[in-house]
């Protein structure tokens, strides 16, 4: 049974070969990469078998693998994978829960994954051989860490088939896990920016002493508490990782039986009393459009994970800024602007967002000013409410009302800038998108230079719109406060003239080539 499950998971290996020729090059390209690495990797770890400094070796080593061990977990249950080896699949094969959890277990060790996991494991053998005790103990360790990292990518793997079977739940744990890089991003700068070699040692050390006692680094730091003749340590550390093993054995164990009698979920349907937004927008042929944005901007997954993003993109821009010792007076300056330029350029593409459902407003005969205005009020509401709470926020952080006007013009300026490019090319020059009902986190079915030049045209535009206000509110800071004013001036101004030229162009644009928009959303 076993040897079956070893053969259906090469021939669907094998499958992936038989896609379409770029498909198959860009794979090909992602195996040459992974196993690249990995051999780099193996060198290293050989390389390592001749320097002396054993218990650095050893801190490092528990830091990493409880890394890796975290990856395997978190992987699977915040992304989600496509579980081609589902116990379910086999639930009327009459097989035990004992010979499927076991052939499963089996059959996860091909992979690329695996493999790539295997070949850095077998270059820790290679680190810890000092010894013939300290290669045993190394090679029961490998063996151990690979088995940890298997099942419980397994466990993984099973419960996010359980959990998040919707859609809605993949795209929440999608959010939640770019939410959690976010958090860890500054923990990654400081570590990069840390000199190791003066106080980094010790906080290593430090946070290996811990997790070299817990299931996720115990396995890791065997062989090299043997090697620093700590053998008392490396026999119970053994004991840990055996425990460890076997608990998460027992729960694939578990998790097959449970998931083989529990069918998928589904969806469940909503129902939606009255007409929503459509009662409460204007009701004529602006007001009709803004209602179905203002409904698309709140159930559509497509565009909510959007403006979640926005608050995040300061983060990676403030956090290296800080460490580097830029001065809190042009890092607080940041977040506000930047959010405004995100927004605004959300919407470089939003006529492709309708796919054919862009028909409505074509066969409806909307005149395409009213479609373009009606587009921009959900993305204007909240770039309003961005630019008047963190205006307010950021000027009381730095204690500095006179800062206001530049803040107040430069934001505006990116906002309305954005948003009258993005009216103007939507319709001109709209590029494939993801469908209606996919994942916001997959790629559009098909791309070309076209998407990037929209978006680099879009992005710049407004940054080039922008830049007279950004320009008068550095006089400002640098020369004499009463340049903020002129930067109000000139930021809200342009903002206002490029908006109703957007709007107004891009209208025409919609009333001229609506055919061909509808066109182009049938053939993406």
Known sequence: MV??????????????????????????????????????????????????????I??????????????????????GVDDTMDPRRFALFGVSNRTLAFGLAVAAVVGIPAFVLAIVLLGTVFTWSRGPAELLLAIIAAA????????????????????????????????LGILLIVMLSPILVVLVTTDWASSGLGVLESIAGVLGWTPLGAVFAIPGDAAAGDWGAAILKLLIAAATVGAIWLGWQGL?????????RE???????????????????TGAVAARSLTYWFRDAR??????????????????????GIPLIYVALIPVPLMCLFLGWSLHNDTAYDSTAVWLHV????????????????????GVLVIGLGSAVTVFVLNDWRLLPSVLGVSTALLFAGLGLGSFTSARLPYPAVKPGDSPFQAPQSTGTIT??????????????????????GLGILVDPAWFTASFVAGVGLGLVVLVLGIWGGGRVFDRRGPEILAAALRA
Not at 256 to 264: D, H, N, Q, S, Y
Not at 311 to 320: E, H, L
Not at 363 to 382: E, K, T
Request: aromatic share 10%.
């Open 3 to 56: 040897a079956q499950f070893l053969r259906l998971k090469l021939r669907l290996l094998a499958n992936i070969f038989r896609r379409s020729p770029w498909q198959v090059v860009g794979i090909v390209v992602g195996l040459i990469y992974g196993l690249g690495v990995a051999v780099m990797l193996f060198a290293l770890l050989v390389g390592l078998r001749f320097a002396g400094d054993v218990e650095v």
């Open 144 to 175: 151990m860490a690979f088995a940890t990292c298997i099942l419980i990518a397994r466990v993984a793997t099973g419960l996010a088939s359980l959990l998040l079977a919707t859609r809605r739940a993949r795209e929440l744990m999608g959010v």
């Open 452 to 473: 990037a030049l929209v978006q680099t045209v879009t992005m710049f535009g407004s940054l080039l719109i922008a830049s007279p206000a950004v320009v008068f509110a």
């Open 256 to 264: 097959v039986a449970r998931m083989l009698v529990t069918p998928g």
């Open 267 to 285: 969806a469940s349907a909503k129902s939606y009393r009255g007409l929503g937004w459509f009662d409460r927008m204007p009701h004529g042929a």
């Open 58 to 79: 050893r801190d490092a080593f528990i830091v990493v693998g409880a890394a890796t061990i975290i990856g395997f977990i978190v992987f699977p249950l915040v992304f």
């Open 363 to 382: 066969a409806s005969g909307v005149r395409g000013a009213a479609d373009r205005a009606g587009r921009i009020v959900p993305v204007l509401i909240a």
């Open 303 to 324: 565009y909510w994970v959007s403006l979640v993003m926005v608050p995040i993109a300061p983060v990676f821009v403030m956090v290296p800024l800080s460490l580097a």
